[in-house]
């Protein structure tokens, strides 16, 4: 089971920074099939990114995504105050298997 | 746009067996390369996941939990089903259903609270 690793736990940025978010995988995602999600309290997780770059469809172009193979990373170039909210990265293993990340907390600084 | 939409009990006891339900509109279940999955999220915790199905009907499941649960679809009702059995305080969580589609998992429902207490 590959296991994902997020850093930092908690990343406290102000409005107009750039935030990067990593997430180190155990073993190599297969064919890159890495996911980022936004989670807002009482919320679904929302897709951000998936395919480790791609990003999903109504997703503002400050966020991006890249890495391969272990290590993957979200950036959004300026942070927006709609922006604070928890960030999970996800993988796709073998049959059709999911795995999760631990998250990494955007707080206002 | 598809929706999907969890329903079943809000608080269930322990050893008992929980039943949620996904109903999905706005979209064909029939739809080839669509797969369904089922998360959950214990309250102030991280997501896990809990198990797939497939199109075809084959279920696959996270293999902390594959002892206890069984997962359905019926594709005539638009619906799948998760059953987890022997529950424990450990499965209180907010349960999800979402549609993976080319890995990637677009669709979800709004979440469910499980109580697991007596």
């Known amino acids: 089971e590959i296991v994902l690793t997020q850093s930092p736990g908690t990343l406290s940025l102000s409005p107009g920074d750039r935030a990067t978010l990593s997430c180190r995988a155990s073993?190599?995602?297969?064919?890159?099939?890495l996911a980022w999600f936004q989670q807002k309290p009482g919320q679904a997780p929302r897709v951000l990114i998936y395919d480790a770059s791609r990003r999903a469809t109504g997703i503002p172009d400050r966020f991006s995504g890249s890495g391969s193979g272990t290590d993957f990373t979200l950036t959004i170039t300026r942070v927006e105050p709609e922006d604070f909210a928890v960030y999970y990265c996800?993988?796709?293993?073998?049959?059709?298997?999911?795995?999760f990340g631990q998250g990494t907390r955007l707080d206002i600084k | 746009q598809l929706q999907l939409q969890e329903s079943g009990p809000g608080l269930v006891k322990p050893s008992e067996t929980l039943t949620l339900t996904c109903s999905v509109s706005g979209g064909s279940m029939n739809m080839k390369d669509q797969n369904w999955a089922w998360i959950r999220q214990p309250p102030g915790k991280g997501l896990e996941w809990i198990g797939t199905v497939d199109n075809d009907g084959s279920t696959y499941s996270n293999p902390s939990l594959k002892s206890r649960v069984i997962i359905s679809i019926d594709k005539s009702k638009n619906q799948f089903s998760l059953n987890l059995s022997s529950l424990t305080a450990a499965d209180t969580a907010v349960y999800f259903c979402?549609?993976?589609?080319?890995?990637?998992?677009?669709?979800w429902g709004q979440g469910t609270l499980v109580t697991v207490s007596s």
């Open positions: 979402s549609r993976d589609f080319h890995w990637e998992l677009r669709f």
């Open positions: 996800q993988q796709f293993g073998s049959s059709h298997s999911i795995t």
């Open positions: 073993q190599s995602v297969r064919d890159n099939h």
